[in-house]
């Protein structure tokens, strides 16, 4: 059975920073696609960052150049860093995973996490 778990999330000021953490198990972790998706109340999900089993990453237009994804597949785990975090970045914060390449929409995803929530106050 695959199960993604995520934590990391809590309560952070404006610039505030991160780090969110995905641990999987139940599958070969390295041949597997891993991605960061959000979801606010009243918003749709949106794509944040992703790292190829090739280990490249690929980041959603409003993580560019203030969040990184690492992958360390010897632990099962992906780590999101998010660097100077704002107000509207509040969201459930969602790991998931994909054997087969695509594009970034959550379709594209086989496995979900239950997420962890940001908050980041103003």
């Known amino acids: 059975q695959v199960r993604l778990v995520e934590s990391g999330g809590g309560l952070v000021q404006a610039g505030g920073s991160l780090r969110l953490s995905c641990v999987a198990s139940g599958l070969t972790f390295s041949t597997y696609d891993i991605a960061w998706f959000r979801q606010a109340p009243g918003k749709e999900r949106e794509f944040v960052a992703a790292?190829?089993?090739?280990?490249?990453?690929w980041y959603g237009n409003p993580a560019k150049g203030r969040f990184t994804i690492v992958r360390h597949n010897t632990m099962n785990t992906v780590y999101l860093q998010m660097n100077n975090l704002k107000p509207e970045e509040t969201a459930l914060y969602l790991c998931?995973?994909?054997?087969?390449?695509?594009?970034?929409?959550?379709?594209?995803?086989?496995?979900w996490g239950q997420g962890t929530q940001v908050t980041v106050s103003s």
């Open positions: 790292i190829s089993r090739s280990d490249s990453p």
């Open positions: 998931a995973a994909r054997r087969d390449g695509g594009s970034f929409d959550g379709s594209t995803y086989d496995y």
